[in-house]
């Protein structure tokens, strides 16, 4: 079985569009968004996340709604495909397997809900993505938090779905079950190119999962657009944030065996990242916090700092009397820098500054 079957055209889109109320609360969205990678919906609680999830799978039927799936149309004003027949695979922060069956079982029960002929990922390969293959005899009782949810996607991916679901999948697991499978939602992305639409409110997965990000705020969409501009833009609340961060995507040109030290080239330059070897042309994602951001006039070579990168400055906000956040262009590349008020005047910080950022830690996120 080819999994490139499940792949998306060139052209493929999300559509969405809702209006619906509930006592106190009215969501009102239109999305269009990549039919392809993984969009991450953001949003502080109640600001209608799970209730748009739930009315993209049709579990809820809304009067008002339209939503079309890479061509396949799932609703409008007079269709209403039922929510078995969408070809949707949704995963929920806890995983909710039938404790009565063991691992194999829980599989099987989504992979025979699909006729063979549309089936088009294979048993053997959603047990392999996952690494659930010592686990197949095994009761959900004896299984860890994250093994749970790792057997929940394997069988939301054995619907062959064609838009997978995942509402806060991670939330329920400690920091370092998450971390465990942070890299099998990677590799799920990476071979099969099922689209996702990921809730989330930890950076961390955002930032190594996310192509695209979605705001919701109080029932409606405040910002959508690619993750790296959307995350760096200061009208957002995302980059006030204290641990607010750009995510910088580049590729491994060197490693310093001696230091320990990775070069990664980005469009706009490139950064020394300490890291295991990595072979030349792995592509590599980096997380840099605006607050591991200092800002200089002039290169000071003579500092302990590894990375100082040329910038121009794009914009300046105040966060609050004491500090202030600086949009930065390292090339076509964004950063933020978050620094004191009373430097950004010392410097002269203004659109259109030359200076050098000088960046205290990046993490690798992948
Ligand atoms: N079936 C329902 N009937 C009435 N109100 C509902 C229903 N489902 C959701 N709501 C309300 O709609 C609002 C949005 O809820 P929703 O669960 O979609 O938010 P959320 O962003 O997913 O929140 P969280 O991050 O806490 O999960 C809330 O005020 C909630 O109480």
Same mark, same amino acid.
């Given at each position: 079985?080819?999994? @490139?079957?499940?792949?998306?055209?060139?052209?493929?889109?999300?559509?969405?569009?809702?209006?619906?109320?509930?006592?106190?609360?009215?969501?009102?969205?239109?999305?269009?968004?990549?039919?392809?990678?993984?969009?991450?919906?953001?949003?502080?609680?109640?600001?209608?996340?799970?209730?748009?999830?739930?009315?993209?799978?049709?579990?809820?039927?809304?009067?008002?709604?339209?939503?079309?799936?890479?061509? @396949?149309?799932?609703?409008?004003?007079?269709?209403?495909?039922?929510?078995?027949?969408?070809?949707?695979?949704?995963?929920?922060?806890?995983?909710?397997?039938?404790?009565?069956? $063991? /691992? @194999?079982?829980?599989?099987?029960?989504?992979?025979?809900?699909?006729?063979?002929?549309?089936?088009?990922?294979?048993?053997?390969?959603?047990?392999?993505?996952?690494?659930?293959?010592?686990?197949?005899?095994?009761?959900? =009782?004896?299984?860890?938090?994250?093994?749970?949810?790792?057997?929940?996607?394997?069988?939301?991916?054995?619907?062959?779905?064609?838009?997978?679901?995942?509402?806060?999948?991670?939330?329920?697991? $400690?920091?370092?079950?998450?971390?465990?499978?942070?890299?099998?939602?990677?590799?799920?992305?990476?071979?099969? #190119?099922?689209?996702?639409?990921?809730?989330?409110?930890?950076? *961390? *997965?955002?930032?190594?999962?996310? #192509?695209?990000? /979605?705001?919701?705020?109080?029932?409606?969409?405040? =910002?959508?657009?690619?993750?790296?501009?959307?995350?760096?833009?200061?009208?957002?609340?995302?980059?006030? $944030? *204290?641990?607010?961060?750009?995510?910088?995507?580049?590729?491994?040109?060197?490693?310093?065996?001696?230091?320990?030290?990775?070069?990664?080239?980005?469009?706009?330059?490139?950064?020394?990242?300490?890291?295991?070897?990595?072979?030349?042309?792995?592509?590599?994602?980096?997380?840099?916090?605006?607050?591991?951001?200092?800002?200089?006039?002039? *290169?000071?070579?003579?500092?302990?700092?590894?990375?100082?990168?040329?910038?121009?400055?794009?914009?300046?906000?105040?966060? $609050?009397? @004491?500090?202030?956040? /600086?949009?930065?262009?390292?090339?076509?590349?964004?950063?933020?820098?978050?620094?004191?008020?009373?430097?950004?005047? =010392?410097?002269?910080?203004?659109?259109?500054?030359?200076?050098?950022?000088?960046?205290?830690? /990046?993490?690798?996120?992948?």
């Amino acid at each position: 079985m080819d999994a @490139a079957h499940l792949r998306p055209g060139a052209d493929a889109r999300i559509e969405a569009c809702f209006r619906f109320a509930y006592p106190g609360f009215t969501l009102e969205v239109e999305l269009d968004l990549p039919g392809r990678g993984v969009t991450a919906l953001f949003g502080p609680s109640g600001s209608g996340k799970t209730s748009l999830l739930r009315a993209l799978a049709g579990l809820d039927r809304h009067r008002e709604g339209y939503v079309r799936v890479n061509g @396949a149309l799932w609703q409008d004003d007079v269709r209403f495909v039922p929510p078995h027949r969408r070809a949707i695979g949704y995963v929920f922060q806890e995983s909710n397997l039938f404790a009565h069956l $063991d /691992v @194999a079982g829980n599989l099987r029960f989504g992979w025979r809900r699909i006729p063979p002929s549309e089936r088009r990922i294979a048993f053997e390969e959603a047990v392999e993505l996952l690494g659930l293959a010592p686990l197949l005899t095994r009761l959900p =009782a004896r299984l860890s938090g994250g093994e749970r949810q790792r057997v929940a996607i394997a069988r939301a991916l054995l619907t062959s779905p064609r838009l997978l679901l995942l509402d806060e999948p991670l939330a329920s697991l $400690d920091r370092e079950r998450k971390a465990e499978i942070l890299p099998y939602l990677a590799q799920v992305k990476r071979t099969l #190119d099922i689209p996702m639409l990921y809730v989330s409110h930890a950076p *961390e *997965e955002v930032g190594r999962l996310a #192509d695209h990000l /979605v705001l919701l705020e109080g029932g409606r969409v405040r =910002a959508s657009g690619p993750l790296q501009e959307t995350l760096a833009r200061l009208d957002l609340p995302l980059a006030c $944030d *204290e641990d607010a961060a750009v995510v910088i995507e580049g590729a491994v040109v060197d490693h310093d065996a001696t230091y320990a030290l990775l070069t990664v080239e980005f469009e706009g330059g490139t950064l020394l990242v300490p890291h295991r070897q990595e072979p030349p042309g792995t592509k590599i994602r980096l997380q840099v916090r605006a607050r591991d951001v200092s800002l200089a006039l002039t *290169e000071h070579a003579d500092s302990s700092l590894l990375n100082r990168l040329p910038a121009v400055v794009q914009e300046v906000r105040a966060l $609050d009397a @004491a500090h202030a956040l /600086v949009r930065l262009q390292v090339g076509p590349t964004p950063l933020l820098a978050r620094i004191t008020r009373r430097s950004a005047e =010392a410097l002269g910080v203004r659109p259109g500054t030359r200076l050098w950022a000088q960046i205290k830690a /990046v993490a690798v996120l992948s």
